[in-house]
């Protein structure tokens, strides 16, 4: 299982991204889908969770401000970043929990990473 994720770059302060993360490979079914970020010097952090049924988890400090969202056909998940802070500065990695078949227990994929730089 492959995640390619995509959407980071740099922008100003009060600015927007997306970003996407499309997973490929041997896949039955995808469970948990999920954005995590990493600034230097830092330990990684969730940022937001979506469940196959579309709920959501975020962290306090972006809530209101991201938007997690997934389509289960294109096995994409995809966080919009509005308002953004030069504290949001971080590699952003995407996570699945994904079901190569019917009879095992998932595991959790990590996508590269990809680098959102705000500015202020």
């Known amino acids: 299982v492959q995640l390619q994720a995509s959407g980071g770059g740099l922008v100003q302060a009060g600015g927007s991204l997306r970003l996407s993360c499309a997973a490929s490979?041997?896949?039955?079914?995808?469970?948990?889908m999920g954005w995590y970020r990493q600034a230097p010097g830092k330990q990684r952090e969730l940022v937001a969770t979506i469940t196959r049924g579309r709920d959501t988890n975020y962290a306090d400090s972006v809530k209101g401000r991201f938007t997690i969202s997934r389509d289960n056909a294109k096995n994409t998940v995809y966080l919009q970043m509005n308002s953004l802070k030069p504290e949001d500065t971080a590699v952003y990695y995407c996570?699945?929990?994904?079901?190569?078949?019917?009879?095992?227990?998932?595991?959790?994929?990590w996508g590269r990473g990809t680098q959102v730089t705000v500015s202020s």
């Open positions: 490979g041997s896949i039955f079914h995808i469970g948990a």
């Open positions: 996570k699945t929990e994904t079901y190569s078949d019917p009879w095992t227990v998932g595991d959790d994929y």
